[in-house]
């Protein structure tokens, strides 16, 4: 089983930052894909980024390219997702989840565990 809790989550102003971060239990994170997905209300779940095992290859959704950045230090057993230049349509519940295998994909069929979600709203 593996706990993901995700933090950092809050209230900002357009134009502005946040480093969200998840941190998973047990002793095989390094071994799977993490992603970031998020849900607006009355929307569906989309997806926003994803690292593969290592951190060394990643992929973003077209609407975050650029002022987003994933990341991930396999020593804490954390991923993060940095957040550039929020725009109020970032406005989500944003969750992290992990992959079925050590590599990272745009869909949410793909990982098969979930943290609660951390709540970010940009202000315009």
């Known amino acids: 089983q593996v706990l993901l809790v995700e933090s950092g989550g809050g209230l900002v102003q357009a134009g502005g930052s946040l480093r969200l971060s998840c941190a998973a239990s047990g002793r095989t994170f390094s071994n799977y894909g993490m992603g970031w997905f998020r849900q607006a209300p009355g929307k569906e779940r989309e997806f926003v980024a994803t690292a593969n095992w290592s951190g060394g290859s990643t992929s973003y959704a077209d609407s975050v390219k650029g002022r987003f950045t994933i990341f991930r230090d396999n020593a804490k057993n954390t991923v993060y997702l940095q957040m550039n230049s929020l725009k109020p349509e970032d406005t989500a519940v944003y969750y992290c989840?992990?992959?079925?295998?050590?590599?990272?994909?745009?869909?949410?069929?793909?990982?098969?565990?979930w943290g609660q979600g951390t709540q970010v709203t940009v202000s315009s």
């Open positions: 989840a992990k992959s079925w295998d050590s590599l990272g994909y745009p869909r949410p069929d793909a990982y098969n565990y």
